[in-house]
Structure formats: C-alpha cells, structure tokens
C-alpha cells in the first residue's frame, strides 16, 4: 500500500500549485483523505481533508479561501489545488488516508492510517 504525492516546487509569492497524490496497493475510496505539512523546526501540521465522498471538505484556517482539497476516486487520487500562495505555505506536504470515511476528527494525525512521502513546496518573496 503506497501513497506517492507529488506536484511540489519552487513558486513566488501569489503563485499556484497542484499537488497529486496517487495511492496504489488498496483503493481509498471508502476512505477520507487528507493533505498537512511540515515546515523546517515545527510540527506536521493539518491542511485539508475530504470525505470519501467528495462531498465534505475542511480546511486549516491558515488556507481557507486559497487552498482547495478534491478527489477521484474512480483514478484513486487526491490533489491539493493551492492558490495565492504565501512563503509561510513552504513545507513539505504529505497525503495520507484516515481511518474513517468522514472527515471528523481530520485534523488529528492519530486517525490517519497510511501516509505518503511527502513532496516539498517553496515560495519565495
């Protein structure tokens, strides 16, 4: 079971990027996803999550309004789509697949059964 995200890169201030994460191994479709990152010297953080539905999102207050979660579960992928980005979004930003179908409980790690590797996003001023 593999989680592989990608989509990271060197983007200015204001810039957009679209991470992907594909997972292979098991289909995810009964499950809610979810992207957080980890910046130099802090802890993971949450970003964002999606029911196994699509129908149901959230998102961290810092990236609300910039920074939107979708998925395809017919692909079996999940992308980040981020927008109006800020040099406090460099991080690195990892999927990873929760437990549960719905997205309660999404901002806490505990509940997040697989993880990708993670792919690095910079923006520079």
């Known amino acids: 079971v593999q989680l592989q995200a990608s989509g990271g890169g060197s983007v200015q201030a204001g810039g957009s990027l679209r991470l992907s994460c594909a997972a292979s191994?098991?289909?995810?479709?009964?499950?809610?996803m979810g992207w957080f990152r980890q910046a130099p010297g802090k802890e993971r953080e949450f970003v964002a999550a999606?029911?196994?539905?699509?129908?149901?999102?959230g998102y961290a207050d810092s990236v609300s309004g910039r920074f939107t979660i979708s998925r395809d579960n017919a692909k079996n992928m999940v992308y980040l789509r981020m927008n109006s980005l800020k040099p406090e979004d460099t991080a690195v930003y990892y999927c990873?697949?929760?437990?549960?179908?719905?997205?309660?409980?999404?901002?806490?790690?505990?509940?997040?059964?697989?993880w990708g590797q993670g792919t690095l996003v910079t923006v520079s001023s």
């Open positions: 999606v029911s196994w539905s699509g129908d149901d999102t």
């Open positions: 990873a697949a929760n437990s549960s179908p719905s997205i309660m409980r999404a901002t806490m790690t505990r509940v997040y059964s697989y």
């Open positions: 191994g098991r289909t995810f479709s009964g499950n809610a």
